[in-house]
């Protein structure tokens, strides 16, 4: 089966710059998540779907983070305005159900450089 | 809220050499117990899964980690790694019993294999 699809890979942007982010997960995969990971730190979950709704956004910095999956497939993460701290690579993840015991799997990630 | 400790960030190792990695969660509830592996330029993967059942679980590659419920632990061990082990460990737990079941990561450790 087809993975994880991420893009773009690599973006570089200038600080106060906006940035998006496009995930498209395994078919079928009803949930879908979007972490950031920091160099040096483990991913830390910024939003989780059920298919198209929000199942947790606790972690998202909604002043500049913004997410959607309007149809329920494919994702989109923006960033507006961009700031230094958030060069990191922001990885997606889908699993087939909503069970703690489906296991994620993830893209390649898209790593964010903000100068 | 739960939390994953990984106490080793970097372990420099002679292949051949036993591994043992450190893994410590914070959650009093129960838990799904995850271990991924991330090799150089590539995504993360599953490395190993405990769900239920035999605390000693094992995984590909000759891994396999023990769930020790008093101690809040599940370390992962390889009793001769080898060069190609080479790669960041990532330890990550979520719960079973809430409707919120992202992953919450450790911080990673990195492993460097001598050969």
């Known amino acids: 089966e087809a993975g994880v699809a991420q893009s773009p890979r690599y973006k570089i942007i200038e600080k106060r710059q906006s940035v998006a982010f496009w995930c498209n997960p395994i078919?079928?995969?009803?949930?879908l998540y979007w972490y950031q990971q920091i160099l040096g730190q483990g991913p830390k979950l910024l939003i989780q779907f059920q298919n198209n709704g929000v199942v947790d956004d606790s972690q998202l910095p909604k002043d500049r983070f913004s997410a959607e999956r309007l149809k329920g497939v494919d994702s989109t993460l923006k960033i507006q305005p961009a700031k230094l701290e958030d060069s990191a690579v922001y990885l997606c993840?889908?699993?087939?159900?909503?069970?703690?015991?489906?296991?994620?799997?993830f893209g390649a990630g898209s790593r964010l450089t903000v100068l | 809220a739960q939390s994953v400790s990984q106490h080793n960030h970097h372990v420099i190792l002679s292949e051949a050499a036993s591994l043992e990695l450190g893994c410590n969660y914070s959650?009093?509830?129960?838990?799904?117990l995850f271990w991924y592996v991330q090799y150089p330029g590539q995504h993360l993967q599953l490395l190993l899964k405990y769900f239920s059942g035999d605390p000693l679980v094992k995984g590909i590659k000759g891994f396999e980690a023990e769930f020790i419920k008093s101690k809040f632990s599940f370390n992962l061990r390889k009793p001769s790694v080898q060069w190609s082990d080479t790669a960041e460990y990532f330890c990550a737990v979520n719960t079973a019993d809430t409707g919120r079941r992202a992953l919450t990561f450790g911080s990673g450790t990195r492993l460097q294999v001598q050969p």
């Open positions: 078919s079928g995969h009803a949930t």
């Open positions: 993840a889908s699993k087939l159900g909503s069970s703690g015991a489906n296991v994620l799997t």
């Open positions: 959650y009093g509830g129960t838990v799904n």
